[in-house]
C-alpha cells in the first residue's frame, strides 16, 4: 500500500513505496505494448489536468493515463480560465473541489503551490512539476527507463547535466536515484549549480570531461531561461562547446552509457542532434513512452488509496 494520498515530491518516498510504483508502472508497459487497456479501474473518477505553465509531454501522457485507465479527464485550459479574470490559485482549487475530482494534476510556477492545493481540496494531487522544486513523475518515469536498460538503479553511476539550478527534474531524480542507491553527479557551470548540491548528496563537477568519466547514464538538461533573472551563460553557442553532449564528450562515459534528456530539448545548446538521435544510445523517446505507464501507476495507486472516497458520479 503506498503511504501517500498525493504525491508532490520524491524526497521523503521511502525506496518500497518507490520501487512498488515503479512495478506497477512497469505493468503498464507491457498492458500498453499490447494494446489493451483497463477501462474500468478509474471508471466513474474524474481527473482534471490543471496547467499553469507549458506542458506537451506531461499533460498528454497524464490524458491518456487517465483515458486508458477509464477516468473522466478535463483538460483545463489556464489561458482562456477565469485565472486571467483575476481568479486565484486557491479559489480556482475551490471551484474544482465542488464538482468532485477525484485527482488533480497540477502544474505550476511557483515552488509549493501544488502542496498548497493538496491542503485545500479533497481530491489526490499530484505535482507535475512546481517552479524549481519537483518534477516527481519525470523522476520516475527516468527510472524505469534506467531500471529497464540497465537491470537495477543500485550501484549506477548518473551524471545530470547542465542547467541544475532551475531544474526541478534534476532536484527529483536527485532525490530518487539516491534514495535508490545510485551514484549522481552533477555537472555545469558554477552559475548553474545550486550552493546546496553537495549537501544533496551529490558530487559536483564543472568539467564535461571528468564528470562524465565512466557515468553509466547521462543526463541532459535543458537551460531554463524563462527561470534566470539574468544571463547565467555568456551565450548558447559557448555553452554547447563547454557543457553541450555531443559524441565528443559523450566518449568519456562508459561505451554503453544511456543517453537521457526530459525534454524539450534545444538542439546544439545542450544537446547535439548526432547524440540525441543515435538509437544505441539514445534512450528519449523511451523515456516518453514510460511517461505514460508511469503516470498510468500514480493515478491507479492513489485512486485506490485507502481513505480516499469511492466512486462518487457512477451510475
Ligand atoms: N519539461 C521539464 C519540466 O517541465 C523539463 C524542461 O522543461 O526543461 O521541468
Ligand atoms: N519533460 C516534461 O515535463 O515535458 P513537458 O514540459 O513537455 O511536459
Not at 552509457?257 to 538542439?267: E, F, I, K, Q
Request: hydrophobic share 45%; net charge positive.
Amino acid at each position: 500500500m503506498f503511504p501517500h494520498r498525493h504525491l508532490l515530491q520524491i524526497e521523503g518516498l521511502e525506496p518500497p513505496a518507490i520501487g512498488q510504483m515503479l512495478d506497477l508502472a512497469e505493468s503498464y508497459v507491457l498492458l500498453n505494448r499490447s494494446g489493451k487497456t483497463q477501462r474500468d479501474l478509474l471508471r466513474g473518477r474524474t481527473l482534471i489536468n490543471l496547467f499553469f505553465e507549458d506542458s506537451t509531454r506531461t499533460r498528454t501522457s497524464f490524458e491518456l493515463a487517465g483515458k486508458r485507465l477509464g477516468a473522466d479527464v478535463i483538460n483545463m485550459s489556464v489561458s482562456s480560465s477565469s485565472v486571467n479574470k483575476g481568479e486565484t490559485l486557491l479559489d480556482t482549487a475551490a471551484t474544482l473541489n465542488a464538482m468532485h475530482c477525484d485527482l488533480l494534476v497540477v502544474r505550476h510556477g511557483e515552488s509549493g503551490a501544488p502542496a498548497l492545493l493538496a491542503q485545500k481540496v479533497d481530491a489526490a494531487v499530484i505535482n507535475a512539476g512546481d517552479g524549481t522544486h519537483e518534477h516527481p513523475t519525470q523522476a520516475l518515469l527516468d527510472a524505469l527507463t534506467i531500471r529497464r536498460r540497465k537491470g537495477r538503479l543500485q550501484g549506477l553511476t548518473v551524471a545530470i547535466c547542465g542547467d541544475v539550478l532551475h531544474s526541478r527534474v534534476a532536484r527529483s531524480n536527485i532525490h530518487l536515484l539516491g534514495a535508490m542507491g545510485s551514484q549522481v553527479r552533477v555537472i555545469g557551470p558554477p552559475t548553474l549549480i545550486p550552493s546546496e548540491a553537495a549537501s544533496l548528496g551529490v558530487s559536483v563537477f564543472h568539467d564535461m570531461a571528468k564528470g562524465l568519466a565512466g557515468a553509466d547514464v547521462v543526463m541532459m538538461l535543458r537551460l531554463q531561461k524563462e527561470r534566470m533573472a539574468r544571463g547565467l551563460v555568456p551565450s548558447a553557442r559557448e555553452f554547447f562547446r563547454f557543457f553541450g553532449l555531443d559524441a565528443e564528450k559523450l566518449a568519456f562515459a562508459k561505451p554503453d552509457a544511456l543517453v537521457m534528456h526530459p525534454g524539450p530539448m534545444n538542439r546544439g545548446v545542450e544537446i547535439d542532434s548526432a547524440v540525441a538521435d543515435d538509437p544505441a544510445r539514445s534512450v528519449i523517446k523511451e523515456q516518453v513512452e514510460m511517461g505514460v505507464a508511469v503516470r498510468m501507476a500514480v493515478l491507479d495507486t492513489l485512486a485506490r488509496a485507502e481513505g480516499r472516497p469511492r466512486v462518487r458520479n457512477a451510475p
